[in-house]
Nanobody, 129 residues
Framework: VQLQASGGGLVQPGGSLRLSCAASGVTLDYYSTGWFRQAPGKEREGVSCISFSDGSTLDADSVKGRFTISRDNAKNTVYLQMNNLKPEDTATYYC???????????????????????WGQGTLVTVSS
């Protein structure tokens, strides 16, 4: 499994970015997939996940209403549209896939990271004026 994340960069507060996670070696419509982030000096936290089964999503409270995760099965790619970015969104963002037939459990506090199959490399998002 290989996951290629892209789309990070420098953006002003209130701006937008779209991250992409292109997968190879796995068909994403069988795997729940999503994003984590890690800011300097902080633990890696779950941001958003899209379930393999019905496309339902799980979002961290801190990004609800601002970030939207989606999946393009034809391109085998998951996206994270990030709007109204804030300085506290500054972090390295990582995409990850969960083991088959899981339902984004690895993005919950109870099972954080527990059932992940593979990580991609990170892409840095910096929100600053």
């Amino acid at each position: 499994v290989q996951l290629q994340a892209s789309g990070g960069g420098l953006v002003q507060p209130g701006g937008s970015l779209r991250l992409s996670c292109a997968a190879s070696g796995v068909t994403l419509d069988y795997y729940s997939t999503g994003w984590f982030r890690q800011a300097p000096g902080k633990e890696r936290e779950g941001v958003s996940c899209i379930s393999f089964s019905d496309g339902s999503t799980l979002d961290a409270d801190s990004v609800k209403g601002r970030f939207t995760i989606s999946r393009d099965n034809a391109k085998n790619t998951v996206y994270l549209q990030m709007n109204n970015l804030k300085p506290e969104d500054t972090a390295t963002y990582y995409c990850a896939v969960e083991k088959p037939h899981m339902y984004c459990a690895s993005w919950t506090q109870a099972y954080l990271h527990k059932y992940l199959e593979s990580w991609g490399q990170g892409t840095l998002v910096t929100v600053s004026s």
